[in-house]
C-alpha cells in the first residue's frame, strides 16, 4: 500500500523555464486539390541564467504548433557563456541573409535589441546588452543568427588560454577602466 501512495504522490520535478512565443507564421504547401495551411511557431526557452534553446514546431492548428515547439526547444536547450550581466565579447552570427551582431554593454545599460534577439538575450539572462539587426529581416533567420553568435562566446579565462594573453587583459573595457583608476 505504501508504495502505491508513493507512486501517486510522486511529480517528477519540472524545471521552471522563460518561454517565449517569437513567431506565428501561416505557411502553405500547394497540391494537386489547392493549398494546404499549416501553422509555424518559433519559440524560445531559456533558464534566465546561461541555458536557452529554439524550437520551431509545424501542425495543423497553432495549439498542436505551439507544443511542438515547446518540447524542441527544451530538447534543443545549450549553454552560452556570460560575464555578469552581459556578455564577454562583441560576437557577429549569421544565418541566410540575417545577421545580428551582439555587443556587451556595462552594467544599467538594460537590453536594447529588436524582438526576436531581445526574446533569445532575455531567456537567457542576459540583462545589458547592445545589438544590431543587419541584413533580412525575416525572424526565424535572426533568431537562428542571435543563436549561433551566443554559441561563439568564450569567457575571458578560454580566451585567455588561447591567445596567452593575462585574463585581465580580455575582461571588458569598463572592467579595466574601474582597476586602473
Do not use: C
Request: aromatic share 4%; net charge positive; hydrophobic share 35%.
Amino acid at each position: 500500500m505504501e508504495k502505491d501512495e508513493i507512486r501517486r504522490s510522486y511529480q517528477p520535478e519540472e524545471k521552471e523555464y522563460d518561454e517565449r512565443v517569437i513567431d506565428i507564421a501561416r505557411v502553405a504547401k500547394v497540391v494537386k486539390g489547392g493549398r494546404l495551411f499549416h501553422f509555424r511557431v518559433t519559440m524560445v526557452a531559456g533558464d534566465k541564467n546561461g541555458r536557452v534553446g529554439l524550437g520551431v514546431g509545424k501542425a495543423g492548428s497553432v495549439t498542436d504548433a505551439i507544443a511542438k515547439a515547446t518540447k524542441r526547444s527544451h530538447s534543443n536547450m545549450k549553454s552560452i557563456s556570460l560575464y555578469g550581466t552581459t556578455i564577454p565579447h562583441e560576437v557577429v552570427g549569421k544565418v541566410g541573409g540575417a545577421e545580428v551582431l551582439l555587443k556587451p554593454a556595462s552594467r544599467g545599460t538594460g537590453v536594447i535589441a529588436g524582438s526576436g534577439v531581445r526574446a533569445v538575450v532575455e531567456a537567457a539572462g542576459i540583462h545589458d546588452i547592445l545589438t544590431k539587426s543587419l541584413g533580412s529581416s525575416n525572424t526565424l533567420n535572426v533568431v537562428k543568427a542571435t543563436f549561433k553568435a551566443l554559441e561563439q562566446l568564450k569567457s575571458p579565462q578560454e580566451m585567455a588560454v588561447l591567445r596567452g594573453k593575462p585574463e585581465e587583459e580580455l575582461k571588458p573595457f569598463w572592467e579595466r577602466r574601474r582597476k586602473n583608476g
